[in-house]
């Protein structure tokens, strides 16, 4: 009955006569308040989603799956749902306005398998006790709150955990020891835009079957931990802008399923290692803003890489043969000479920064589709479905003010990207994304082909 306006004679009356009705599907509807009293009197329903309902929830008993999200709801966390009905295995309250603490049931719940209750305003600190109240969670979602305070060790109590999303609240102290060592089923791991600090991990590292680790945006300090090679299957490592040191580590080329390894804006050094030639599925490498030296090892000439992001560091030397290098971001650097020829050979190339560098001569004449500005950008067309890290163009770009909006592929924070010249909006940048699939996105933009014009540049 989703998106539907009830009215007429139909006789709600006759609706508690659907004894065996398990399932109740009503998002969107305009559904009168004699509809919604007979609801509640639907003694063995068990699945119920849809807006306008919280309130006719309150003597259900056996409910096993509950989504209100994006309904604007108001108020505090409904802990008396999860205290009514003890078979609840599934609560989405995402992107509602719900506010206060977290509450936790009186008596723990045993059998809650996913909580999603991001993007709404609770704030105070996460119950220490939550690990002890929900120990069967595998899927846990708080991100885009304003949580403070520091993550509870009784997470570790969680051993079915397997996806935990505290990104985007005002987090600090230290990644607890007992989630780190007892939390062997995890496997996504977002603690990104945060006050979190310290170092990343101990030796007691124990989470092997990690895939994707995200911790940017916090304060973590110190190397990239050795314990974290555990995660052998790990494949996106996301550290960026935070305040680590040392090389980028030799052992990560022994990652295999790596795909994304993201950390700039950090303290690293020295050379990329030689190992990585052995990541056969690394797409995306960016180490812009560190203290990068050397060049990037000619062997990836025979990987998948698609993008290279090295710009605000010391690399002299040219990158070439790399075949499914897309993105190629070298502005900063300490490039000298002429534009190599050996570009020509990168076919799929769409997009070059070379700006802020040393360079003279002409343009390859391979590159005569892409359009070079005065300070040396070179930027390639490219489709309005292209998704990338920020680049320098030739034109000035401003950004407007972050705001929710729904997209073809679910719920984002955006802001618009307009001209500073003629204020006309290219396109957007993706803040935050509330779907697990999805993150991959944050930070990255999106521009329009069709308002990327050359003329003056």
Not at 30 to 54: C, P, W
Request: hydrophobic share 35%; charged share 20%; proline share 4%.
């Amino acid at each position: 009955m989703e998106s539907c306006q009830v009215n007429g004679t139909l006789s709600f009356q006759d609706l508690p006569n659907f004894k065996n009705l398990t399932t109740l599907y009503m998002d969107g509807s305009d559904l009168s308040i004699t509809f919604l009293q007979m609801i509640g009197l639907m003694t063995s329903l068990e699945v119920l989603n849809g807006d306008k309902l919280a309130e006719f929830l309150y003597n259900k008993r056996d409910l096993q799956y509950v989504d209100l999200s994006h309904n604007n709801l108001t108020g505090e966390f409904p802990n008396w749902l999860l205290e009514n009905n003890t078979k609840l295995e599934w609560l989405y309250l995402t992107n509602n306005s719900l506010g206060g603490s977290f509450q936790l049931p009186i008596h723990p719940h045993l059998n809650l398998a996913g909580l999603y209750i991001s993007n709404n305003l609770f704030h105070g600190h996460i119950p220490k006790e939550i690990g002890e109240y929900l120990p069967s969670l595998r899927f846990l979602n708080l991100s885009s709150n304003y949580f403070n305070g520091s993550i509870p060790s009784s997470f570790g109590d969680m051993n079915s955990l397997a996806d935990l999303d505290l990104s985007h609240n005002q987090l600090s102290g230290k990644i607890p020891e007992h989630l780190v060592e007892s939390c062997t089923s995890l496997q996504f791991l977002i603690l990104s835009n945060n006050s979190l600090q310290g170092h990343i991990f101990s030796s007691n590292f124990n989470l092997t079957d990690l895939l994707r680790l995200q911790l940017d945006g916090n304060n973590f300090i110190g190397n990239i931990p050795n314990s974290l090679s555990k995660a052998s299957n790990l494949e996106g490592f996301y550290l960026s802008d935070n305040n680590i040191s040392g090389r980028v580590p030799s052992w990560l080329g022994n990652m295999s399923s790596l795909e994304d390894i993201v950390m700039p804006n950090n303290h690293l050094e020295g050379p990329i290692p030689s190992e990585f030639c052995q990541l056969k599925n690394l797409k995306f490498l960016d180490l812009e803003a560190n203290n990068i030296s050397g060049s990037l090892p000619s062997c990836l000439s025979s990987s998948l890489i698609e993008q290279v992001h090295l710009s605000k560091n010391s690399i002299p030397t040219w990158i070439g043969g790399i075949s499914k290098l897309i993105f190629l971001i070298l502005s900063n650097n300490n490039l000298v000479g002429e534009v190599p020829i050996q570009l020509c050979q990168l076919n799929q190339l769409r997009l070059v920064d070379l700006s802020h560098n040393t360079l003279s001569g002409h343009i390859p004449p391979c590159l005569d589709k892409t359009s070079l500005h005065e300070n040396g950008n070179i930027v390639e067309d490219f489709d309005s479905t292209d998704v990338y890290k920020d680049v320098i163009y030739g034109q000035e770009r401003v950004q407007s003010p972050k705001e929710d909006r729904h997209l073809l592929t679910g719920l984002h924070t955006v802001a618009d990207i307009y001209c500073a010249d003629c204020r006309e909006v290219l396109g957007w940048k993706y803040e935050r994304a509330y779907e697990a699939s999805q993150k991959y996105k944050e930070g990255k933009f999106i521009l329009e082909k069709s308002k990327i014009v050359k003329e003056n540049w």
